[in-house]
C-alpha cells in the first residue's frame, strides 16, 4: 500500500509528493515539525502538541498553515488513509515558497504544510535493557525551545552516537551541565532517588513526554527537581533516563561507555516506562 501524504491542501502519493525548491524550509529551514505518538488509533497527548506547535510558530511568526480544527481533522485522516492505528503522525509547516532572500517574503505568502503518518509498534511492558549515550559538545542556536526542523546540529550528534554504538548522544554545554539529547530529554536520579531534569527555557525543547512523565512521577509520589545537573553528576547517578515521543522512558546504562549505576535499567525508570505505556494505553492519566 503506497504511504499517503497530506501536502499543501491535498492527499498526495507520499512518494510521488512535492514541494517547490524555493520554499523556505528546504532553503533555509524556516519551519517547524511535530511529532505525536498514536497508539490504538488514538492520538496522545494532541492538544499539547498541538499548543507546542502554536508557540514554535507565533515565536517564528510564521502563520498557522489552517485553523486548528481542520489540522486535527487532516492528522486524523491521514493516519486513517495509511490506516496507522500505532505509530507516529508527523506535521510539518514551513513560512511557504518565496524567491530565496534571508527576509521573510515582503508579499505574504502562504505558509506549506505536510502531515504524514508512520506505522510504529509499541511496547507492552516495562521490558528494555537500558540504551548507552555519548555526550557532545552544545553547538546549537540559542533557541532549542522552538522545534525548528533546523536539526543540523541534532543530526550530527545522533549519527556520531550511532558510530560509537551508542543510542543517542546528550549534549553538554559550556558550563558542563546536560541540556537534552539530540532527540530526547535527559533525566537522571540521584543517591537519595530525586529525579532531576533541566528546567523549561531556551536551552532545551518543551518535551511533551517530559511534561507527562513529570506529571505523572510526581503524582507517584517521586520528588521532582527541575535543574540543571553536570556531567559529574550524571556519571555518579544513581540511575539515568531519556524521554520522548517514540522511545516513552528508556534507562541510559552506560555514558561514553562509564557504567550508570549497576549497568542495569533502574527501578525508578522502569516505573516511569510503565506508566507512561499505561498512559499510552489511556489507562492511566497523566
Ligand atoms: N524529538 N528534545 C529534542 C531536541 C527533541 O527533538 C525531542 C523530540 C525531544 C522530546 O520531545 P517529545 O517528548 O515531545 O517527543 C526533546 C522528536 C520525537 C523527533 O525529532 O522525532
Known amino acids: 500500500m503506497?504511504?499517503?501524504?497530506f501536502v499543501n491542501g491535498t492527499y498526495q502519493v507520499q512518494r510521488r509528493a512535492a514541494v517547490g525548491i524555493e520554499d523556505r524550509g528546504y532553503q533555509l529551514a524556516d519551519g517547524i515539525y511535530e511529532v505525536a505518538p498514536v497508539m490504538d488509533g488514538r492520538i496522545i497527548d494532541f492538544a499539547a502538541h498541538l499548543d507546542r506547535m502554536a508557540y514554535s510558530l507565533r515565536e517564528l511568526r510564521i502563520q498557522p498553515p489552517m485553523p486548528r480544527s481542520a489540522l486535527e481533522f487532516v492528522c486524523r485522516e491521514t493516519l486513517a488513509r495509511n490506516r496507522v492505528r500505532d505509530g507516529v503522525v508527523y506535521i510539518q509547516a514551513t513560512r511557504g515558497e518565496a524567491p530565496r532572500d534571508h527576509g521573510f517574503p515582503k508579499v505574504p505568502v502562504k505558509p506549506a504544510v505536510v502531515v504524514s503518518a508512520k506505522h510504529l509498534s509499541w511496547p507492552s511492558n516495562a521490558e528494555d535493557k537500558g540504551i548507552e549515550v555519548i555526550t557532545t559538545p552544545d553547538i546549537?542556536?540559542?533557541r532549542c525551545d522552538i522545534k525548528s526542523i533546523g536539526l543540523l546540529p541534532n543530526a550530527l550528534a545522533k549519527q556520531k552516537a550511532r558510530e560509537a554504538g551508542a543510542?543517542?548522544?546528550w549534549f553538554v554545554r559550556g558550563d558542563g551541565t546536560v541540556s537534552e539529547?539530540?532527540?530526547?530529554n535527559a533525566w537522571i536520579v540521584d543517591g537519595e532517588g530525586r529525579l532531576i531534569t533541566r528546567p523549561l527555557g531556551p536551552e532545551i525543547l518543551p518535551g511533551i513526554t517530559r511534561a507527562t512523565v513529570l506529571a505523572m512521577a510526581r503524582a507517584a509520589g517521586f520528588q521532582v527537581i527541575e535543574r540543571p545537573f553536570s556531567v559529574e553528576e550524571l556519571l555518579g547517578a544513581r540511575e539515568a533516563f531519556l524521554t520522548s515521543t517514540t522511545s516513552l522512558v528508556r534507562s541510559v546504562v552506560a555514558v561514553d561507555q562509564r557504567p550508570i549505576g549497576n549497568r542495569y535499567p533502574g527501578s525508578v525508570g522502569r516505573t516511569l516506562r510503565q506508566l507512561c505505556i499505561d498512559h499510552y494505553r489511556g489507562r492511566v492519566d497523566a
Open 140 to 142: 546549537r542556536w540559542g
Open 2 to 5: 503506497s504511504r499517503i501524504a
Open 181 to 184: 539529547g539530540a532527540s530526547t
Open 167 to 169: 543510542f543517542e548522544a
